[in-house]
């Protein structure tokens, strides 16, 4: 399992944009895809982005359009541009990576809070 660790959170007002950075404490691991999820205070986490090896890019419709997922899976960094941020989009945001053949996402990092002012 690699070890994950988030940056670049922050509070905003509605409308502007942040841009948050993954990468791994220590070695990185191959064969991994990576994701975005996010908690809302009293919400269960929620997938936000997903990135594969090849590139494949993945969002929730919440996000589309306005949220971008970007990086090197290689080195198992991983960023997330978000742009047009919403009140809404106020949470905690974690990196997460798994095995390209599994399901399950096994590694996470700490998370970083984002908070949207309106």
């Known amino acids: 399992q690699v070890q994950l660790t988030e940056s670049g959170g922050g509070l905003v007002q509605a409308g502007e944009s942040l841009r948050l950075s993954c990468a791994p404490t220590?070695?990185?691991?191959?064969?991994?895809?990576m994701a975005w999820f996010r908690q809302a205070p009293g919400k269960d986490r929620e997938f936000v982005a997903g990135?594969?090896?090849?590139?494949?890019?993945r969002y929730a419709d919440s996000v589309k359009g306005r949220f971008t997922i970007s990086g090197n899976i290689a080195r198992n960094t991983i960023q997330l541009q978000m742009n047009n941020l919403k009140p809404e989009d106020t949470a905690i945001y974690y990196c997460?990576?798994?095995?390209?053949?599994?399901?399950?996402?096994?590694?996470w990092g700490q998370g970083t809070q984002v908070t949207v002012s309106s």
């Open positions: 997460a990576s798994k095995m390209a053949s599994s399901t399950n996402f096994g590694s």
């Open positions: 220590g070695r990185s691991v191959s064969g991994v895809a």
């Open positions: 990135i594969t090896y090849g590139a494949n890019t």
